[in-house]
C-alpha cells in the first residue's frame, strides 16, 4: 500500500488520519461481487464496519445492499442512495423511533432477533397500515472460533432467538397478520478464518429451514451473515479475501431451493485492508527496560487493540522514503542501513491499554516519523471516541 509517491503525498498533511487507498477497494469490491454473482449470491455491505461517505459510494456504486444496525445506519443509507429495496435491518435492541423510521421508508426486512421484537413490529406496522418483511435471526450455537468478544452464535450470547424459542415463533407469526414471514438470518462471528465454521453454519441453516418448511412456512431468504476473516499479519501479500473459495462453501454445503435467496452481510473482508491509521511520532522515550514511540494516534482512534487486544501491523512509513533515497545512492546504502529496535508504541491517551503493540521491531525511529496501523478499515474510525476530548478524525485519500 505504502510506497515514496504514496508517503509524499502525506507531506504538510495534519495527522493522525485514516488513509484510504480507493484503488484496493475498489478491486476488493469487484472480486467479491464476481465471485457472489457467480452463484447468484446477494451482498449486503455491513455499515457497523465502516460509514465513511467515499467507502460507501464505492460500495453502492457496485451494486452491494446494505446491512444496517440502528435507525441512524438506515438513515444514512437512504442518504448515500441505496435502493431501499436492498436495505436490511438487525440489531437486538431497535427502538420504536427506529422501528417506525424503518417502516416509513419501505426498507426490504427486518432481521428479527426475539419474539417480543416480532410482536412490536407487528403492532406498529398495522398502525401504518403497512405490512413488515420478516427474517427470523436464529441463534445456531455454532462456534465460530474466533475472540470470544465477537462470537455472536452461541447460546450464550444475546443475539438471535434460541432453536427451542421456534415453536413460538411460528405461532406468533401465524396470529401477527401484518408480518410477512420471509426467511432466516444468521451470523456467528466476526473475523473468522477457519472456513470448517462456515460449513458447520450450512449444515445448521439447513435443519432450520426444513423446520419452517414442515410447518408450512415457505423460506425465501437464507441470509447467512458476514464474518470472513482478513489477514492482519500480511496486508500487502494478501490484501484481497479468497471470496471466490468462501462463497463456494456456501453453494457446496447449502440446502439452496430454486425459489430461494442467498443473503451475505459482509463488513470486514470488504474494507479492512484499504485503509491505514497514520500517526506522528511526537517522542521517543528510551528507558533501560523498555523503548517507547508515542504516537499522536491513540485508542480513540483506533480501539482494536486496547479493547480486543487486536493485532495491528505497524510500519515507520517515513523509512520508505529515507531507504528509497539510500538506493538511489549505492554506496552509502550498506552503511546506513539501521538494525531494527525494539520499541512498545503508545498513544496519548491516559489509559494503560491505550498501546498498540508491544516489543515491535522497527528501524531506528525519531520525533516526526509516520507511522501506519495497518488494515483499519473495518472498525477502526467507526469505533472512534471522543474521549479526553479528541478532536474528530481526519480523512486522506488514494489519488489514484
Ligand atoms: N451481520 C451481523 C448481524 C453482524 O453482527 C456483523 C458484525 C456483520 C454482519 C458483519 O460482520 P463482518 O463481516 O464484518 O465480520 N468491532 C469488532 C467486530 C464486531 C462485529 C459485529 N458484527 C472488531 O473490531 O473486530
Same mark, same amino acid.
Given at each position: ?139 445456531? =450455537? ?63 441453516? =439447513? ?83 523498555? =523503548? ?109
Amino acid at each position: 500500500m505504502f510506497n515514496e509517491r504514496v508517503v509524499s503525498t502525506f507531506d504538510n498533511k495534519e495527522t493522525p488520519f485514516y488513509y484510504y487507498d480507493l484503488k484496493l477497494l475498489n478491486q476488493t469490491l469487484s472480486e467479491c461481487k464476481l465471485a457472489a454473482d457467480e452463484h447468484h449470491f446477494y451482498v449486503h455491505f455491513a455499515l457497523k464496519s465502516n460509514f465513511n461517505d467515499k467507502v460507501l459510494s464505492a460500495v453502492k456504486a457496485k451494486g452491494f445492499g446494505a446491512d444496517c444496525v440502528s435507525g441512524g445506519e438506515v438513515k444514512k443509507a437512504i442518504e448515500v442512495g441505496f435502493d431501499k429495496n436492498q436495505i436490511v435491518f438487525a440489531g437486538v435492541g431497535k427502538s420504536d423511533a427506529e422501528i417506525n423510521f424503518a417502516l416509513d421508508n419501505d426498507i426490504f426486512a427486518f432481521n428479527v432477533e426475539s419474539v417480543q421484537e416480532l410482536e412490536v413490529i407487528d403492532e406498529l406496522a398495522g398502525a401504518k397500515s403497512k405490512k413488515a418483511s420478516v427474517a427470523i435471526r436464529i441463534n445456531p =450455537n455454532v462456534d465460530a472460533h474466533t475472540h470470544h468478544y465477537i462470537t455472536t452464535g452461541l447460546d450464550e450470547n444475546k443475539f438471535g432467538i434460541n432453536s427451542w424459542d421456534l415453536p413460538l415463533v411460528s405461532e406468533t407469526l401465524k396470529k401477527c397478520k401484518n408480518l410477512e414471514f420471509l426467511g432466516i438470518h444468521f451470523h456467528v462471528g466476526s473475523q473468522i478464518m477457519d472456513m470448517n465454521v462456515f460449513k458447520s453454519l450450512c449444515i445448521k441453516v =439447513n435443519e432450520m429451514q426444513q423446520w419452517f418448511e414442515e410447518r408450512g412456512m415457505p423460506v425465501k431468504i437464507l441470509n447467512v451473515g458476514g464474518g470472513l476473516g482478513v489477514d492482519y499479519q500480511n496486508p500487502d501479500e494478501n490484501a484481497i479475501p479468497d471470496f471466490k473459495s468462501y462463497f463456494k462453501i456456501f453453494a457446496d454445503f447449502l440446502n439452496i431451493k430454486t425459489h430461494q435467496e442467498v443473503h451475505f452481510e459482509l463488513g470486514r473482508a470488504l474494507v479492512a485492508q484499504c485503509s491505514s491509521l497514520i500517526s506522528k511520532v511526537l517522542y521517543i522515550k528510551n528507558g533501560i527496560k523498555k =523503548n517507547f514511540v508515542i504516537i499522536d494516534a491513540g485508542m480513540t482512534e483506533l480501539m482494536r487493540p486496547a479493547l480486543y487486544q487486536a493485532y495491528h501491523q505497524i510500519e515507520n512509513i517515513s523509512k520508505l522514503k529515507v531507504e528509497s533515497q539510500k538506493s538511489k545512492d549505492a554506496e552509502s546504502h550498506i552503511s546506513h542501513l539501521n538494525s531494527p529496535i525494539s520499541y512498545d508504541v503508545v498513544g496519548p491517551i491516559c489509559e494503560s491499554s491505550d498501546c498498540f503493540g508491544k516489543e515491535i521491531e522497527m528501524p531506528e525511529t525519531k520525533r516526526g516519523d509516520l507511522i501506519a496501523l495497518r488494515t483499519a478499515g473495518a472498525y477502526g474510525e467507526v469505533m472512534a471516541s471522543a474521549y479526553n476530548l479528541r478532536p474528530a478524525i481526519r480523512h486522506v485519500y488514494s489519488e489514484d
